[in-house]
């Protein structure tokens, strides 16, 4: 057997004459001689064509026009110190009808030989996703002497510039997580280069969801892995020059393949579109969802406006909670979230006994007070996370997760250690804390905080008795999936929001909680971009929470949050409670102006609406824009610094529509659908409801 660790390659079998064995969602097709024709597979989205060396190219077909994002290419390789094994002679093709996790489709199996080397690749479209081309690659060692590759790669692709010149030739989807949080909506330009591994990038940041895009004014392509579990892989994207860019996913590790054995690729996929990146992670959602994973439900006051007192920081006084939540309510809330600091540390998670000196019976009180006002009372915590110094890891220092070198990993921005996603005493550990805060202290939600939570290092902590490293790794969804179960189970309807702290969330723990949100974001842009994302990868069932609007610009932008149908919240304070000043003071004016959002927010009600988010650009499209349909009546968000010049409505059905500036009171009078045009202008924003007349 091969000496590289089963679950990240899996061996199979290959039968005499280079037929690939079956296995479920998987056909055997027997190998027939070469053909004339070189090997092809498409849909009425897709055209995937390779030629006598198993190149292949990816042509889209939109609008009655095929359109060749590139030139053929070495897809699918594999590399070693001495060399890479990027042409394969072209032995065999075959196709037939399959059906499996993914329904109904078509299947092309390709065999080629490079040397010593086989390899067996099969393509599969599925009725289901015409725009989408799903990919399992096999290697085998057919030599008399072992291989010892460094990784292989799957789906590098090139996609070319328009012949046109324009200022930004492409816009990306990037989904790499690090310490700088940068946008994850980018332009490109010649030089631009970003790895995107899932694993850590930092020593506390990594994770993300398995996808990155690149796309054009006019076509698109998007790659990436349909697999169950994390996978510590990169997703690559670059444009060299001017006049292309590239992406590709890549799996980097020391890899021993003996003779006759073989190793299998994780299954991963390219896709094509129009517009931006939004249709790749809608049909990888539906791929997604086939696999079992399915969103969780949302609790009906889920949607509720969100005050939070981490304004007050973690120095707070339970007298400025109590004093903030008559205007609180005035304003319009319905959650009131406790922030960083009522513990006595990171790890045991007691109260502290400075802020509640009667401890429970403090914190009950409490939550009875923010009952009694009428609100749902949240309670801020950091799973994973423990100090040094506290009894847990002073009692049971084997909770730790350990690196290689057998030091503990740590948590920068709480200044304590990783605890191990799976070992079991850690998993019991935090259900039982879940327990004890919405069952004995009483609160209705849990906000899951810290940027440590989207990714954990591999575990090498001899006292879990794990397989492999990876056990954490891929343990991680896991986790969560027990903290948001303990929850269900204790308090059914509990609200669990879950904040990576800047990190580009993963896929894989999105069915582990019941709101979503923009996660300390670094202005505006990000709020409404995050949005998009998550809405594409989540759907509109799950509540996006914009965060306070004080991380916004200006520090005051709800129309953001609003416009994109996300949850509105704010972290302000009373002037009169604080001895320092600044951007979370809550001034006449700001009350004021935060009284008219909420009151908007309120009334239409977006967050229960359905973000449509393949009519608009976010990149090419100016000025931006975003829509949500809800009862019918069609609500447009377009911003911009300055604007002055036509707004398409796109969407509309064939019919008229009143159209008004619902925060201004502007009437733009009827339009007539599907494609309407107005002329005006405005400054940051201009939010438009279109209601069918």
Known sequence: MTKTLFAVVTL??????????????????????LPAELPRIQSADLRINFDKNMHSRVTARFDGKDIPLGGFSASETLKSKERSWDDFALVSQSRGRVNGAFGAGERLTVIGKSGDVQKNLSVTIYDDAPNLAVFD?????????KLELLGWTNNAYTINAESVATPVPFWSYQSGSYEKRPNWIVPLKAGFSQENYLGMNDTDYGGGTPIVDVWGKDVGLGVGLLETKPRLISLPVSMPNANE??????????????????????RSFVAVHNGDYFQT??????????QGFQMAAAPNDGFGAIWCAWGYGRNFKPQQVYDSLPTVKKMGFKWVTLDDGWQNNYGDWQLDPKKFPNGDADIKAMVDRIHQE????QLWWSPLSAVPDSKLLTSEPELALLNQDGSRRKISWWDSDYLCPANTRVVEYHKALVKKILVDWGFDGLKLDGQHMNGVPPCYNPAHHHKRPEDSVEALPDFFKAIYDEAQSAKPGSLVEFCPCGTAFSFYTMPHFNMSVASDPKGSFQVRSKAKTIKGLMGDDVPYFGDHVELSDNHDDFASTLGVGGVVGTQFVLPSLVEKHGRFDLTPEREKSFTKWLELYQEKDLARGQYLGTLYDIGFDLPEAHVIRKDKKMYYAFYAADWKGALELRGLDDRAYHVVDYVDGKDFGIVHGPVAHLSTDFSKHLLLEATPQ
């Open 12 to 33: 199979v079998a290959v039968l005499a004459g280079g037929e690939l064995a079956a296995h479920p969602g998987r056909v055997a097709t027997d190998a027939a001689p």
């Open 137 to 145: 690659v096999a290697y085998t060692n057919t030599g008399k002497s």
């Open 245 to 266: 860019a590239r992406v590709a996913v890549q799996y980097r590790r020391d890899l021993e393949v003996l003779p006759g054995e073989s190793i299998h690729t994780f």
């Open 281 to 290: 992670l809608l049909t990888f959602r539906k791929l997604m969802s086939k």
């Open 374 to 377: 009428g609100f749902k009372a």
